[in-house]
């Protein structure tokens, strides 16, 4: 800071700029020795084109009436007819959102279904969209499908005794859908775990899982590696497998009674690899996860580290939580504001209440942000609705 | 696919294709665009459609006991929270430095008010002090333009660390260059 000054003394005079590029929280070092254009702590500013500015204002759409649950995930889709659907899943059932109401209406929703069974809440659920159709899963022994024109239906039987099957992770590759870490059984109330669990669906034809009426469905169970499935990407060709303490590749085959192979990238009891279900999000090419060590990210390139300059605050916050959190990358928060940054929403315990503390990863320049929401908590994976 | 123009379009300023604004008479204030909350779901089917995504998060706000659907609206950053940014903490050889001007440059989207301050450390005391201003920015007709506000604070001490502050719901900030001067101390380090 310090210029010789005109007498020759350390008197002299200094001027500091604070400008573009911002490049966000670094909480790993001291505040003095961090670069210039980092920032020791902030909150509620974004650093989206070379400016500091306030987040966006967070509004209410629609409210979700309470006696529907808590909502655990949203999605929407466009069915055969070419109608779109809203929806929301939550521990009692599956809502879609009634067309041609203003905003803030109450009763927006209607009931489509109600489960039989409550999702495990800390779990994620999982959607799929396929064929016009849509696909849910929450780690139970089911997997339903809704066409968007009647009823849903439970589309996950895998033997002819029959048990079903429903999955924490629910993926899309090589024309087949996905099940990762499988729950299976004959009814929701006696299932068992398959945290190794691969299930396939016949090429095609998601609603065909059972080996013996279709040799194009089948399932394997990864044994030779020693940790469990928490995470399912799928950023081209191959998908990735993830494991607590590894990597997959999963590589689809011509065909036949197995039509995939894997390759461990890592098959090591330790390693790196996806340690919370819920962090897993992925965006085209670029998927990110959270290991025991750090954050990365995964994409042709290869593995980068990118949780160096705040691990330490985040994982305590992680360590924190005072629920489940839930993570996503999103591209845009509306047209206009194309922002593709990997958000991760943490609820924690406030004084009076519960609030949310979300970290978001900005992939273009390489910062962290969080913007805190007081008013209460995330409780599902934002979703992008593209409206048309 | 039927395609329904939401609302959305004119709610955000724009239209496809682009149509002049009217001019507004002698006297009488430019109309604003349609509010946000014109918004509605016009889908055939049951979902939003129309030409512009949004991000829809599911949230619970445990005080009001209430189940949201909620977005983030990209054309309001008027926060509904507190916000907070600290800069870097300078250091000048472990000398005490004195500053005396901060030139604030800022984005105009509208009225806001804030909080500048200073957080410096005395030897002397072995404490921290805080001073900041509080300013307003903006002008209640946003003209987008780069401006300029001074915020004249003295400070004398070690290890400054500037601020700025801004209580929820105080209007939209975006700030594009901070640039503060001071002297630093004399002689040699004691």
Redesign the interface.
């Given at each position: 800071?310090?210029d010789q000054g005109k007498n020759g003394?350390?008197?002299?005079?200094?001027?500091?700029?604070?400008?573009?590029p911002f490049n966000g929280l670094h909480t790993t070092l001291?505040?003095?020795a961090?670069?210039?254009n980092?920032?020791?702590?902030?909150?509620?500013?974004t650093l989206r084109n070379?400016?500091?500015?306030?987040?966006?204002?967070?509004?209410?759409?629609?409210?979700?009436?309470?006696a529907?649950?808590?909502?655990?995930?949203?999605a929407?889709f466009?069915?055969a007819?070419?109608?779109?659907?809203?929806?929301?899943v939550s521990q009692y059932g599956i809502y879609?959102?009634?067309?041609?109401?203003?905003?803030?209406t109450p009763n927006?929703w209607?009931r489509v279904y109600a489960f039989t069974e409550a999702p495990n809440i800390t779990a994620p659920i999982s959607f799929k969209v396929s064929l016009n159709k849509l696909y849910i899963t929450f780690a139970s022994n089911r997997l339903y499908q809704w066409d968007?024109l009647v009823t849903p239906t439970v589309v996950s039987q895998v033997d002819n005794t029959p048990t079903y099957a429903g999955s924490y992770f629910l993926g899309e590759l090589a024309f087949r859908l996905i099940m990762l870490n499988t729950v299976e059984g004959k009814t929701p109330q006696s299932i068992t775990s398959f945290p190794s669990r691969i299930r396939w669906s016949a090429s095609g034809n998601p609603t065909h899982w059972n080996p013996s009426s279709d040799i194009g469905a089948g399932f394997d169970d990864m044994i030779d590696v020693p940790d469990s499935i928490t995470g399912f990407a799928a950023p081209g060709q191959n998908g990735l497998v993830f494991r607590s303490n590894g990597i997959s590749e999963m590589i689809p085959l011509a065909g036949g009674t197995i039509p995939f192979e894997w390759n461990h990238m890592w098959a090591s009891e330790n390693g790196i690899g996806n340690v919370y279900p819920f962090s897993i999000a992925n965006y085209g090419p670029l998927s990110a996860f959270l290991s025991i060590d750090n954050a990365y990210s995964i994409s042709m390139g290869g593995l980068k580290d990118i949780g160096g300059k705040v691990i330490d605050t985040l994982y305590k916050d992680i360590e924190n939580a005072a629920g489940a959190p839930v993570a996503t990358i999103?591209s845009?928060?509306?047209?206009?504001?194309p922002y593709t940054c990997w958000f991760i929403s943490i609820p924690l315990q406030g004084q009076?209440?519960?609030y949310s503390k979300n970290w978001l990863y900005n992939f273009h320049n390489d910062s962290w942000e969080t913007w805190?929401?007081?008013?209460?908590?995330?409780?599902?994976k934002?979703?992008?609705?593209?409206?048309? | 696919m039927a395609v329904n123009q939401i609302s959305l379009r004119g709610e955000l300023g724009w239209d496809f294709p682009p149509r002049p604004r009217p001019k507004p008479k002698k006297g009488k204030k430019p109309s604003s665009p349609p509010q946000i909350s014109q918004l509605q779901a016009t889908a055939s089917g049951a979902g939003l459609s129309g030409t512009l995504p949004l991000i829809l998060v599911p949230f619970w706000n445990p005080t009001a006991g209430l189940f949201l659907i909620n977005y983030f609206d990209t054309t309001n950053f008027d926060c509904e929270e507190d916000a907070s940014y600290y800069f870097r903490m300078e250091e000048a050889q472990d000398k005490s430095v004195t500053i005396h001007k901060m030139i604030l440059t800022y984005n105009n989207l509208g009225q806001a008010s804030l909080t500048a301050g200073i957080t410096y450390y005395s030897r002397d005391t072995d404490q921290y002090y805080t001073a900041s201003k509080n300013i307003k920015i903006g002008t209640k007709i946003p003209d987008f333009k780069q401006h300029k506000t001074a915020i004249d604070l003295v400070v004398t001490g070690e290890s400054p660390q500037i601020f700025i502050t801004r209580k929820a719901n105080s209007g939209p900030v975006s700030i594009i260059r901070l640039t503060i001067a001071g002297h630093t101390g004399e002689g040699e380090l004691v």
């Open positions: 800071m310090a003394k350390s008197d002299s005079y200094f001027e500091i700029v604070y400008e573009q001291p505040a003095n961090i670069e210039r980092n920032s020791p702590t902030f909150s509620n500013f070379g400016e500091l500015r306030t987040r966006p204002r967070m509004l209410t759409l629609y409210p979700f009436p309470q529907y649950g808590i909502p655990l995930g949203v929407t466009v069915d007819q070419n109608n779109i659907h809203t929806v929301v879609q959102l009634t067309s041609g109401l203003l905003r803030n927006a209607q968007g999103l845009a928060f509306s047209q206009s504001y009076a209440v519960n805190v929401e007081n008013s209460g908590i995330i409780t599902g934002p979703a992008f609705v593209p409206t048309a | -």
